[in-house]
């Protein structure tokens, strides 16, 4: 079993909103540093955001800055990504990622990964 668990994927048109959840298997992951990634067609994966265990830094992608926002629900054990004012190139597989430094979170080799969950948005 994947340790990270994505949901909340689908077809939206542009302009519409999604809204990503990740729930990871273990307990211990509530002190982990945790982001999402993106993997377009033919495209390599890259970082979209990233927020540290407790919620104090947070950052994002410049493509997807104002638009998209991060949270970390230590208490429910999951992390979400709102994403709004959604355009044709945001389609991609989202994959949610977690590590005991942020800075693997941030350098796009965290420790955990989970499935991903595709998020299609038409033109």
């Known amino acids: 079993q994947a340790p990270l668990i994505e949901s909340g994927g689908g077809l939206v048109q542009a302009g519409g909103s999604l809204r990503l959840s990740c729930a990871p298997t273990?307990?211990?992951?509530?002190?982990?540093?945790m982001g999402w990634f993106r993997q377009a067609p033919g495209k390599e994966r890259e970082f979209v955001a990233g927020?540290?265990?407790?919620?104090?830094?947070?950052y994002y992608a410049d493509a997807v800055k104002g638009r998209f926002s991060i949270s970390k629900d230590n208490a429910k054990k999951t992390m979400t990504l709102q994403m709004n004012s959604l355009k044709p190139e945001d389609t991609a597989v989202y994959y949610c990622?977690?590590?005991?430094?942020?800075?693997?979170?941030?350098?796009?080799?965290?420790?955990?990964w989970g499935r991903g969950t595709q998020g299609t948005v038409s033109s």
């Open positions: 990622a977690a590590d005991r430094l942020f800075s693997g979170v941030l350098n796009g080799a965290p420790a955990s």
């Open positions: 927020v540290s265990w407790n919620n104090e830094s947070i």
């Open positions: 273990e307990p211990t992951f509530t002190r982990y540093h």
